[in-house]
């Protein structure tokens, strides 16, 4: 089966880190990506990771958050550095299995076709 499942959400004071990681079982780690979602607002990109390994971050995160993959894990991590209250959000992590709509913006929800269920991450301040 193909899954992707998120994990390492929780709750973390400003300033802090948080790792998350999401396997992708059953998917090779291209044109992966990171979203998030927050009560009331739209999901929104956080960063996206090329086939050829470009990386592509929103504004509010560069600097940050870091994505990366481990292939042999078949895992990808979306480290999460000087975190800010406005970072509270469920985040999900995104694939596109059939590369149909990879024409779109890196960062555009529309461009993957599977997701996870999603990680939780609450920053305090």
């Known amino acids: 089966a193909q899954v992707l499942a998120e994990s390492g959400g929780g709750s973390v004071q400003a300033g802090g880190a948080l790792r998350l990681s999401c396997r992708a079982a059953?998917?090779?780690?291209?044109?992966m990506g990171w979203f998030r979602q927050a009560p009331g607002k739209e999901r929104e990109g956080v960063v996206a990771?090329?086939?050829?390994?470009?990386?592509t971050y929103a504004e509010s995160v560069a600097g940050r958050f870091t994505i990366s993959k481990e292939n042999v894990k078949n895992t990808l991590y979306l480290q999460m550095s000087s975190v800010k209250p406005e970072d509270t959000a469920m985040y999900y992590c995104?694939?596109?299995?059939?590369?149909?709509?990879?024409?779109?913006?890196?960062?555009?929800?529309?461009?993957?076709?599977?997701w996870g269920q999603g990680t939780q991450v609450t920053v305090s301040s």
């Open positions: 059953g998917y090779i780690l291209d044109n």
């Open positions: 995104a694939a596109s299995k059939y590369g149909g709509m990879l024409w779109l913006p890196r960062l555009s929800s529309r461009r993957y076709d599977s």
């Open positions: 990771l090329d086939r050829d390994g470009r990386t």
